[in-house]
């Protein structure tokens, strides 16, 4: 395998030119009208025939920039001047996006990177950048280098729509690699510190900073080790978290830098939580993703909260997916470009089959993990829960929520609440099911359109007591108007209403008018 190409550097003088070329004609939109719904959409399955197909018979800039810095294919000079007005491919040579083979209109540029528009709408508001990345597997067709520089996937995604986007004066991007989530921090934040033991990923950082406007506090490496003694407001992170066997790469699996964490089993993710308590600021925030291992004899909760435990805060933890060992070494081993079928990824299957075996792990849990560290003293909040939801919409509004939530419930006791009015979120919805014929409900529930789109399942009382928050009675009167009504013990009313409510105030199905 060849050698990775330089990372891409932006002069000063080219970044305004390349900025406006690029908002010209190489937005999401253009190039979904140049490539049309059918090559648009196999292209988001990893399958480039038909956008290669398109693209070789178009002159459109989006269709020319698509076809070169996406499916890595070759344009002429001439196409890509045309693509890039006030940058050129000189420009672009000079800022190592592409390499070209002379200067000749006729000659042939190749791409060096992938470069594509990222638009996205998070709690900060609506934007769109311009992020590189090296070029994948779908681009070179072959496997992954181990200094490979992951664009943005789906774990990035999730990451970026459920972080908090209140104001956050420090935060810091753990474990850069592009710079995504550094990007989307420095709409509400006054400085970043992005780190990463890569240094290829941190040229990467750079660049799409200067090409997004802005700069980072670019620091190289390992966890937390670039940032001793200092604390955030706010720490993102989508780690090294993959549980890759010494045994599978004994066997010639090559050691991904962006998620390759090399230590054993889950024990990176385990030591970052733990040490993350100590760089939070009073009311800051550390939130995200990792794997843990489920073990024979032992719940994942007990485990994953052994690890809060340690960082001695608060903590939410949601495991949103569970796979088998044989699943989960199938996905990492085709996420770094391996064929099923093939010596070197049955070689790897098996290291992993007996490293899993070995070590009593029956499956492997992925999601989220939420640190805070209270202002207050008292004793940690600890939810450790499962939600399968999968996450298409910003969250970053509805954990805020929560958080403001908790500590509210947890400095207010039931007579406080008891005198509080209460609203139902506009976004929930309330479901009866019924047999045809019968005027009772069978089955009544509550849905969250927004958030982690729960469901909950309210007795009559507590169906009641909903129906009736809307801010104009406290849950005091709504509760005495039931037990009147229902000609039933206040008490036991309120012995049933509120801690109903609490758990409605947390999840968002309730809010403090």
């Given at each position: 395998?060849?050698a ?22 190489y ?8 490539l ?17 197909r ?13 076809r ?20 050129g ?17 006729d ?41 490979h ?7 990035s ?123 939070l ?23 994953v ?29 085709r ?43 008292g ?20 954990v ?70 809307d ?43």
């Amino acid at each position: 395998m060849t050698a990775s190409p330089p990372p891409p550097r932006l002069p000063a003088d080219l970044a305004p030119g390349l900025r406006a070329d690029l908002a010209a004609g190489y937005t999401r939109e253009a190039v979904e009208a140049a490539l049309g719904p059918v090559a648009t959409a196999a292209l988001s399955r990893e399958e480039p025939v038909p956008a290669r197909r398109v693209t070789d018979r178009s002159t459109e800039p989006a269709a020319v920039l698509a076809r070169l810095l996406v499916l890595g294919l070759p344009v002429r000079r001439a196409a890509l001047d045309a693509a890039l007005p006030r940058t050129g491919t000189a420009g672009a040579v000079a800022a190592g996006l592409v390499a070209a083979a002379g200067q000749g209109a006729d000659d042939e540029v190749r791409g060096l990177v992938d470069l594509r528009p990222y638009e996205v709408a998070d709690d900060a508001g609506e934007t769109g950048w311009w992020v590189a990345s090296d070029l994948g597997e779908l681009a070179t067709g072959q496997s992954l280098r181990a200094d490979h520089v992951l664009g943005i996937g789906g774990a990035s995604l999730t990451l970026a729509r459920t972080t908090v986007r209140d104001h956050r004066p420090r935060v810091l991007d753990l474990g850069t690699g592009c710079g995504i989530q550094a990007l989307h921090a420095h709409r509400h934040a006054d400085h970043v510190v992005a780190t990463d033991i890569s240094r290829r990923a941190l040229d990467f950082a750079a660049f799409n900073a200067a090409l997004a406007g802005t700069a980072f506090d670019l620091r190289e490496g390992s966890l937390l080790d670039p940032v001793r003694g200092e604390r955030f407001d706010l720490v993102v992170s989508n780690p090294p978290f993959v549980i890759t066997p010494p045994a599978a790469r004994a066997a010639g699996l090559p050691v991904m830098e962006y998620r390759d964490g090399a230590k054993p089993g889950d024990s990176l993710v385990g030591d970052l939580v733990a040490g993350l308590g100590d760089h939070l600021a009073p009311g800051g925030v550390a939130q995200l993703l990792g794997n843990w291992e489920h073990h024979a004899g032992e719940g994942w909760r007990e485990r994953v909260g052994g690890w809060l435990a340690a960082a001695g805060t608060d903590g939410w933890v949601v495991q949103r997916e569970v796979q088998d060992p044989a699943e989960y070494a199938h996905t990492w081993l085709r996420d770094g470009g391996l064929r099923p079928g093939s010596p070197l990824f049955d070689a790897a299957l098996e290291a992993w089959l007996d490293d899993f075996e070995a070590r009593g792990v029956e499956a492997v849990g992925f999601g989220y993990v939420l640190l805070r560290r209270p202002v207050g003293h008292g004793t940690p909040w600890r939810r450790l829960e499962e939600v399968d939801a999968p996450v298409h919409r910003p969250l970053g509004g509805h954990v805020t929520a929560v958080l403001a939530a908790q500590e509210w419930l947890a400095t207010h006791d039931d007579a406080a609440l008891a005198a509080t009015r209460l609203v139902v979120a506009d976004d929930v919805t309330e479901e009866r099911y019924l047999r045809p014929g019968e005027q009772d409900p069978r089955v009544l529930q509550l849905r969250q359109g927004e958030g982690f789109g729960r469901t909950y399942r309210p007795g009559t009382l507590v169906a009641g007591a909903v129906g009736a928050c809307d801010g104009e009675l406290t849950l005091g009167q709504i509760v005495g108007g039931l037990a009147a009504l229902l000609d039933q013990p206040a008490d036991a009313v309120a012995a049933e209403v509120l801690p109903a409510a609490r758990d409605l105030l947390l999840d968002g199905f309730l809010h403090l008018a």
